[in-house]
């Protein structure tokens, strides 16, 4: 992958502003203000040397920092962040032009989502430096449509503005991170194995893969969970595919807990395997990998060949994945976590099915 810098990117954006600079001033003293012109005009000329990134929004802060080429995000341990969204993020306010003068009495930021602090989600505040310096720090509050436009304020000032354009801060880790982890092509998956249950798949001779339960052992955790018909049946369903779309919400270094046996299946697939250590932290379950490739397997070309965009399945380098996520855990999204849980939470007095073992037919993806 390529490394980039926030220079290249904006470097033919500040040749652009040209003469059109508008003077922005340090202090408390309002900035002049000619409507069109480019809201803050020497922030493309200066993005090369931005190398720390913070955002807040509802009480919660979001810092990324850049070392050498790489920008990271500091508040999630240093994990490699997204250059596409950090340019986004700079480009999108570089580009932002005066639309209109709005007020400048302090008492009335609120109903323009421009008061700070604000713990109630409607406005948000972006700060970048070099070094030590602050290139900028504004407050973004509510957004409005046609023209599409966005109310905002220098933190240094009282004074108020119309903008026309607008910018998303996002605190949310996902957003700054490559936040797919997984996207396993249906009938990459062979086998299951999960707290002494075991989901066995067959493809047959017209390319689908059928999976049943071959065995149910002791349970690895000693509970009064049983693996019941219901449960079995909820399993057969699920699991199998939990691989099919993997996501992160956060992501942080690795503690090096016990994982919890009773959520932590370990998949065999055509290609390789994948062991998922599920930890228990509070409400949250967070994951780390042990994955390794087959020797012999078929090769994973025709179907990698067919992704184009994130989310469609593909089959990963088992060595290059286990080195990339290998001292990280990640945070399953609630959805996620639900799924993994499923089976655990059915009452053991459900309604029972008529054949728990009746088989899930998947189309093979080869």
């Known amino acids: 992958m390529k490394t980039k810098t926030l220079a290249i990117v904006l ?13 922005i001033s340090r202090g408390t003293k309002t900035a002049e203000f000619q409507p069109g012109d480019i809201f803050f005009a020497d922030l493309a000329a200066k993005s090369g040397s931005i190398d720390r990134i913070e955002l807040e929004r509802s009480g919660k802060r979001i810092g990324l920092v850049r070392e050498g080429t790489e920008w990271r995000l500091a508040t999630s341990e240093g994990y490699p962040a997204r250059f596409e969204e950090i340019k986004g993020l700079v480009s999108g306010l570089a580009g932002l032009k005066g639309d209109q003068k709005m007020t400048a009495r302090k008492e009335r930021h609120g109903e323009l989502a421009l008061a700070w602090p604000d713990d109630s989600g409607r406005g948000a505040r972006v700060q970048l430096f070099a070094g030590q310096d602050a290139v900028l720090d504004v407050v973004l509050g509510e957004e409005r449509a046609n023209p599409r436009a966005q109310f905002i304020r220098r933190g240094t000032e009282d004074q108020t503005w119309r903008v026309l354009g607008s910018v998303l801060v996002d605190i949310e880790p996902r957003r700054w991170t490559e936040a797919e982890l997984l996207a396993i092509p249906d009938g990459e998956v062979r086998g299951v194995m999960v707290n002494g249950l075991h989901i066995a798949g067959e493809e047959s001779a017209d390319g689908k893969i059928s999976y049943k339960v071959v065995d149910s052992s002791p349970l690895v955790v000693a509970t009064e969970f049983d693996w019941t018909p219901t449960r079995r049946t909820t399993a057969l369903r699920t699991m199998p595919s939990w691989l099919s779309r993997l996501e992160l919400d956060d992501v942080r270094k690795a503690k090096g807990g016990a994982p919890d046996p009773a959520i932590s299946p370990e998949f065999d697939m055509v290609r390789g395997t994948l062991k998922v250590n599920a930890v228990r932290d509070g409400d949250a379950v967070w994951i780390s990998f042990e994955a390794k490739p087959k020797d012999g397997a ?18 990963p380098d088992w060595t290059e994945f286990a080195a990339k996520h290998a001292g990280w855990e990640y945070r399953l999204p609630a959805w996620k976590q639900s799924s993994l849980d499923e089976a655990n939470k059915l009452p053991a007095d459900a309604a029972q099915p008529a054949d728990p073992n009746s088989p899930t037919v998947i189309p093979s993806a080869g």
């Open 11 to 23: 470097g033919v954006a500040a040749a652009s502003i040209g003469g059109a600079y508008v003077a």
């Open 298 to 315: 078929p090769s994973a070309a025709e179907i990698n060949a067919k992704k184009k965009y994130p989310g469609d399945p593909y089959v």
